[in-house]
C-alpha cells in the first residue's frame, strides 16, 4: 500500500512540474512591453536663466478681480455680465461636463456590477437534435429570469489607473475654462480700453476742427486785407474736411468697438449701444512679484491644464501596461428557467452559476504592443506641451513687462513733444492772426501739435492695454487649488516641488 502512495505522490508532484512549466512557458510567450519606454522630462522653471528679465521686485500677483485697479465701474460690470452669458464659457462648462462624465463611467468599472434581466422566448425544439423527447420536435415557451453580478479584480490596475487618468482629464479641463474666463475678460478689457482710445483721439480731431475752423476764419479776414489769396482759402478749407472726415471716421469705429464688446458679452449688437463712454484710470503701478519663475507654475491656467494632461497620461501609460497581465474577471447569476409558466415559480426551476473567467493575451500580432507606443507617444507629446507652454509663458511676462517699461521711458519725451508743439501751434496761430508769417507755418505747426496729441494718447492706452496684458500672463489672479497641488505645495505654493511631486516621467516607465 506504502508503494502505491508514493507513487500516487510522485505522479502529483510531476502533474504540478509539468502545469508549472507549462504555466510558465506560457507567460514567457505572452506579449510583452520589453524596450517600450520615454524619457521625456517635464521643465523645471529654475532651470531657465530670467534673473534679468524677470527681476524680483516684491510686487503682487494680480488679483482675481484685477479689472478693478483701473477704477472704471462699468468696466467690472461688463466683465461680471460676459461671465453670466457669454457663450464661450458655456462651451467650456459644456466640455468640463463631458469630462466629469467620462470619470463617472471609468469609477463605474472599478465597482461590482449587479444586473437583472428576463426573457420569454416560444420555440420549436429540433426532434433529430440534442434535446431529448418529449421536448424535442414540440413547441415550448421558455421562461427565464436572472440576477446577474461581475467583479473585475483589477489585479495590475488597469481600471484603477484609467480612473485616475479621467479624474486628471476633469482638473484640465477645469483649467482649460479658467483659461477661457481669463481670455475672455481680458479680451473685454482690452477692447473697453480700445473704446476709451477712441474717444480720446475723438476728443483730439474735435479740437483739431476748432483749431482749423479758426484758421479758415483767420485766413477770411486776411484775404479781405490783401495778406492772402484763394489759394490758402481753399487749403484751409480742405484741411477742414478732412478733420471732419477724420472725425467720422474715429465716430464709425466707435460703433464697431461697441459691437465687438456686446459680441464678447454673448449679447446683441443694441446692447453695445448703451455702453457710456469709459473712464479707467492708470491702474497699479507695476512690480513683479518674488520667485516668479517657480510659482508661476500654479498660477497659469494654462500651464495647470497642461501638467494635468501628463498626468492622465502616466496613468494611460500604466492602464495600458496592466493590458500585458491576465485579466480576472468573478461572475455568478442566479434565478428561474422553465418551460411554461406554470413551473416558473417552483423550486425546481432555479438556476445557479458562479466562476471566474480568465483573459491571459498571448498572440495578438503585436496589437498591444502598438497601443503601448501610441500611449508613450501620447506622453512625449503632453511633456513638449508643457514645456512649450512653460517657455511661452516665461517669454509673455519678460515681453509684457519690457513693454511697459518702454512705454513709460516714451511717455516722457512724449509728453515734452506734445507740451513744445502745443506751444508752438499757438504762437504760429497767434503770428499768423497779425500777419506775421504765412499759413504754411501755422500748417506744419498744426500738424505737429496733431501728431503729438496722438502720439501721447495712443502711448496711454498702449500702456494700459500691456499693464492687461502682463495682468493675463501673470494668471490673472487663477491659483490651482486642486488637491495635487494642495497636497504638494510647501512654503512656496505651487512652486517647483509641485512639479517634481507629479512628475509622472519614472511612474510612466
Not at 7 to 29: D, E, P, W, Y
Given at each position: ?55 524680483a521686485e516684491a510686487g503682487h500677483w494680480p488679483s482675481a478681480g484685477w ?56 420555440q420549436q425544439f429540433s426532434g433529430t437534435a440534442l434535446v431529448p423527447p ?376
Amino acid at each position: 500500500m506504502k508503494p502505491q502512495l508514493n507513487r500516487n505522490a510522485a505522479m502529483t508532484r510531476v502533474a504540478k512540474a509539468g502545469v508549472s512549466m507549462i504555466f510558465a512557458a506560457v507567460l514567457s510567450a505572452c506579449a510583452n512591453y520589453a524596450g517600450i519606454h520615454s524619457d521625456k522630462e517635464m521643465a523645471q522653471p529654475q532651470t531657465f536663466a530670467t534673473g534679468h528679465s524677470l527681476p524680483a521686485e516684491a510686487g503682487h500677483w494680480p488679483s482675481a478681480g484685477w479689472a478693478d485697479q483701473f477704477g472704471d465701474a462699468q468696466l467690472k460690470a461688463l466683465i461680471v455680465e460676459a461671465m453670466k452669458g457669454s457663450p464661450t464659457l458655456e462651451q467650456a462648462r459644456a466640455r468640463v461636463a463631458a469630462a466629469s462624465a467620462y470619470s463617472e463611467t471609468a469609477k463605474a468599472n472599478t465597482l461590482p456590477q449587479v444586473g437583472a434581466t428576463y426573457s420569454y422566448t416560444r420555440q420549436q425544439f429540433s426532434g433529430t437534435a440534442l434535446v431529448p423527447p418529449p421536448v424535442a420536435g414540440s413547441w415550448q415557451s421558455e421562461n427565464k429570469g436572472l440576477l446577474s453580478a461581475s467583479y473585475d479584480l483589477d489585479l495590475w490596475g488597469k481600471n484603477r489607473e484609467a480612473l485616475k487618468a479621467s479624474t486628471s482629464e476633469v482638473q484640465a479641463s477645469v483649467a482649460d475654462a479658467e483659461v477661457v474666463c481669463l481670455t475672455l475678460s481680458a479680451s473685454i478689457a482690452r477692447s473697453y480700453n480700445q473704446l476709451a482710445r477712441l474717444y480720446v483721439l475723438r476728443d483730439i480731431a474735435q479740437q483739431e476742427i476748432d483749431q482749423r475752423t479758426q484758421i479758415d476764419r483767420i485766413t477770411a479776414g486776411r484775404i479781405a486785407t490783401g495778406l492772402d489769396t484763394e489759394v490758402e482759402r481753399k487749403t484751409a478749407q480742405a484741411n477742414l474736411a478732412t478733420s471732419r472726415a477724420a472725425l467720422t471716421a474715429i465716430d464709425g469705429n466707435i460703433v464697431t468697438t461697441r459691437y465687438q464688446i456686446a459680441a464678447l458679452l454673448g449679447a446683441g449688437p443694441d446692447r453695445g449701444l448703451a455702453i457710456a463712454r469709459p473712464t479707467p484710470g492708470t491702474g497699479d503701478d507695476v512690480k513683479l512679484p518674488d520667485n516668479l519663475p517657480a510659482d508661476l507654475v500654479s498660477r497659469r491656467p494654462d500651464l495647470t491644464a497642461a501638467r494635468w494632461r501628463v498626468d492622465a497620461i502616466t496613468h494611460e501609460v500604466k492602464s495600458a501596461k496592466a493590458e500585458f497581465y491576465p485579466d480576472i474577471n468573478l461572475s455568478a447569476a442566479i434565478g428561474l428557467d422553465a418551460f411554461g409558466f406554470g413551473r416558473f415559480l417552483t423550486a425546481a426551476s432555479r438556476t445557479a452559476s458562479a466562476g471566474p473567467a480568465i483573459h491571459l493575451p498571448v498572440f495578438d500580432g503585436g496589437q498591444l504592443r502598438a497601443q503601448l507606443k501610441g500611449r508613450y507617444a501620447d506622453f512625449d507629446y503632453a511633456v513638449a506641451t508643457y514645456n512649450q507652454t512653460l517657455v511661452t509663458a516665461l517669454s509673455e511676462v519678460a515681453t509684457q513687462l519690457a513693454e511697459v517699461r518702454s512705454t513709460d521711458a516714451q511717455l516722457v519725451d512724449a509728453q515734452i513733444a506734445e507740451d513744445n508743439a502745443r506751444r508752438a501751434d499757438q504762437l504760429a496761430l497767434t503770428q499768423y492772426q497779425a500777419g506775421l508769417t504765412n499759413q504754411l507755418t501755422v500748417l506744419n505747426a498744426d500738424m505737429n501739435a496733431l501728431a503729438a496729441g496722438q502720439a501721447v494718447a495712443n502711448l496711454k492706452m498702449n500702456r494700459r492695454d500691456q499693464q492687461i496684458a502682463l495682468a493675463v500672463a501673470l494668471g490673472g489672479g487663477y491659483t490651482d487649488t486642486s488637491s495635487d497641488a494642495a497636497t504638494n505645495a510647501g512654503s512656496n505654493a505651487g512652486s517647483t516641488h509641485a512639479v517634481q511631486a507629479s512628475n509622472p516621467v519614472v511612474a510612466a516607465q
